[in-house]
């Protein structure tokens, strides 16, 4: 049988409007404990788009990398919200498109060493024009792009995101 570690005390260092960051104490296998430092986040969900042989990709200033990021639309999922409610959700706000069907395509664990967060990215088919409306502090540009460019902006390096990449790997 595995062993799991448990959680001995939770210890909140920080609670903010995003996130909140954990030092946790935890019981381990040799017997003693050790401190995991846990990052909560309520998750997000992505979405993927394709029409006449273009992705919809987004464009937008990532303070943490200090650089213009492109990707797969996408946002955080509200609390008590349903995942396929923050897809279509974001699909709007970010691109101003509403979609008639939106199906879970994968389930992503972004980084499994320090936090819960969980990412659902969604295919969106059946398109309509909605009203793009961004929160505040986003600027964010969204653009068609045809998937043998998506291709190459892979090779070159120019689309790191983790979750887009998934979604593009497996649908180009």
Request: charged share 35%.
């Amino acid at each position: 049988m595995p062993f799991r570690e448990r959680t001995v005390k939770k210890n909140y260092v920080y609670r903010g409007r995003i996130l909140n960051l954990r030092a946790d104490e935890v019981s381990v296998k040799c017997g003693g404990t050790s401190v995991r430092e846990i990052v909560e986040h309520g998750g997000g969900c992505a979405i993927y788009c394709e029409k006449d042989g273009k992705v919809l990709l987004v464009k937008q200033f990532r303070y943490a990398y200090g650089e213009e990021v492109w990707e797969l639309p996408a946002g955080k999922t509200e609390r008590g919200e349903a995942p396929e409610k923050t897809a279509a959700r974001e699909l709007e706000e970010e691109c101003g498109i509403k979609a008639e069907k939106l199906s879970l395509m994968y389930t992503v664990y972004p980084s499994p060493g320090y936090t819960g967060e969980v990412i659902r990215i969604y295919r969106a088919e059946g398109f309509a024009a909605g009203h793009a409306h961004q929160d505040e502090d986003e600027d964010v540009a969204a653009e068609w792009i045809d998937k043998e460019k998506a291709r190459l902006m892979i090779k070159n390096g120019e689309i790191k995101d983790g979750k887009t990449l998934i979604a593009l790997l497996s649908e180009l």
